[in-house]
């Protein structure tokens, strides 16, 4: 009789870890892919020059480490015309689709033309920003006339 308390005991425990385990880790999958891929991630174009801005976005499914592996068409994100002085443009992308996340963007000088900015902006899910949050790309016009991008995440600065 022993013997049998004893196995109950331990299945009992098992049981009531699974049951603590499915309480406490809701949203958890497992191993399995979570068909929900959490929420959205928001991304914010904004120009904060005196000039318009050709704004540029690349988003890959996958974490990325070198610009090149993003740069690709079929991750290009269309943000319609140029950013007017003061703009901003949102754009939301499924959290799956958001894995790494690329900026770029050309100074619009009339008649001078186009002025690259000095820098681009590699930001990786899971590292940088997580699904869910907002991630604002501002182009920008330092002191002594040079464009560049910079980034921050929830509003909390990242880099430029």
Do not use: K
Request: proline share 8%; aromatic share 12%.
């Amino acid at each position: 009789m022993p013997r049998l308390q004893w196995f109950r005991r331990i299945g009992f425990a098992i049981l009531g870890g699974f049951v603590l385990a499915g309480s406490m880790g809701q949203g958890c999958s497992f191993g399995l892919p979570d068909p929900g891929f959490g929420d959205p991630v928001t991304v914010e174009l904004i120009n904060v020059t005196s000039n318009p801005v050709d704004a540029f976005l690349w988003s890959d499914p996958g974490t990325q480490f070198f610009p090149e592996d993003v740069l690709r068409p079929e991750n290009f994100v269309d943000v319609g015309e140029p950013l007017a002085p003061r703009d901003i443009v949102t754009v939301v992308l499924d959290c799956r689709d958001a894995g790494t996340l690329l900026a770029d963007g050309d100074l619009l000088l009339v008649p001078e033309g186009a002025q690259p900015s000095a820098n681009i902006l590699l930001l990786r899910e899971g590292e940088h920003f997580f699904c869910g949050d907002l991630v604002s790309f501002y182009y920008e016009v330092d002191g002594a006339g040079g464009f560049f991008t910079s980034v921050d995440v929830n509003g909390v600065y990242l880099a430029p």
